[in-house]
Every structure is written in structure tokens, then in C-alpha cells.
């Protein structure tokens, strides 16, 4: 697999990551409870991660 190939599947997977994550949160924003709060901060959770990967890079 070339570079460029590799590095814009990566691209493209983070941002569908990203995506799902933020549709987990404005979803379970609607209902009130201890199982939205948790999916929400889940959901935050894995942005963090997103995050950390992207400026793992960059140290």
C-alpha cells in the first residue's frame, strides 16, 4: 500500500470516527438519564482519543 493511500484511509476513517462520536452526543443530549450521560461521555471519550492520535504526530 502506498503512502499516500495509507495516509488518506487514516484521514478519511478519523473523521467518520469523529462524525459518530458527535452524532453520539447531540442524540443522547435529548433524553435524560445516567445511560445518555454515560453514551455522552463515551462518546467525549473517544474524541479525546482522536485527538491524542492526531497530535501523537506532531511531538
Do not use: E, H, P, Q
Not at 9 to 15: E, H, K, Q, S
Not at 21 to 47: H, I, N, P, Q
Request: aromatic residues 6%; contains cysteine; positive net charge.
Amino acid at each position: 500500500m502506498k503512502a499516500s493511500t495509507r495516509t488518506a484511509l487514516l484521514v478519511a476513517t478519523r473523521t467518520l470516527l469523529a462524525a459518530a462520536c458527535v452524532t453520539l452526543v447531540v442524540t443522547a443530549r435529548t433524553t435524560a438519564g445516567w445511560d445518555s450521560l454515560l453514551v455522552m461521555l463515551a462518546a467525549l471519550a473517544g474524541l479525546l482519543a482522536l485527538l491524542a492520535s492526531y497530535n501523537r504526530r506532531f511531538r
